[in-house]
C-alpha cells in the first residue's frame, strides 16, 4: 500500500467523522479495504438528537444572559442616576461657598473633579471661584473645558 492511499483513506474517515452521512458508507480507494460504516455514519439521529440538545443548552444559556444582563442595565442606570445626584449636589455645595474658600479646596482637587465641578457650576458662580483659583490651575480648568491638552509650563 503506498502513503497516498494510506493519506485518502485518513482523509476519507475524517471527512465522514465531521460530516456524517446517515446511513451511507463510503468505499475506500480501488484495491483498498472493503466499504465501511462509521457509528456516527449509521446512527444520524443520535447526532441531530445530540445537536438538538446541544442548541437547547445554549437558548436556556441565552435567555440567562440575557435577564442578567438586564438586571445589570438596571443597577447602571441606578448607579448613574445616583451618581448624577451627587455630583448635582456637589455642585451646589461649591456654589454656595464663598468664592475664596470654594477656590482654595478647588486648587488641590484632582483635574477630572475640578472639571466635573465646573462643567455642572452656573457661569456666574464659576466666574466668581475662578478669580481666586491658582492661576495655573486656572489655566488647567479652561484647557479642560474647552478639550485642549494643557502645556507644561503654563502655556506657552
Known sequence: ??????????????????????????????????????????????????????????????EENKALLEKIDKRLSLYRSLKKKSVRNLVKLYESMAPRTAASQIDVMSKTLRLTLFSGMDPRKASRIMRYVDPRVAAEISAQMAGIPPTPGGGQ
Open 1 to 62: 500500500m503506498n502513503g497516498r492511499a494510506t493519506g485518502v483513506r485518513v482523509l476519507a474517515a475524517t471527512v465522514l467523522l465531521l460530516f456524517p452521512l446517515s446511513g451511507r458508507g463510503f468505499s475506500a480507494p480501488a484495491g483498498g479495504a472493503p466499504s465501511q460504516t462509521p457509528a456516527s455514519v449509521s446512527d444520524g439521529s443520535g447526532e441531530e438528537r445530540r445537536i438538538l440538545l446541544m442548541k437547547q443548552d445554549l437558548e436556556k444559556e441565552i
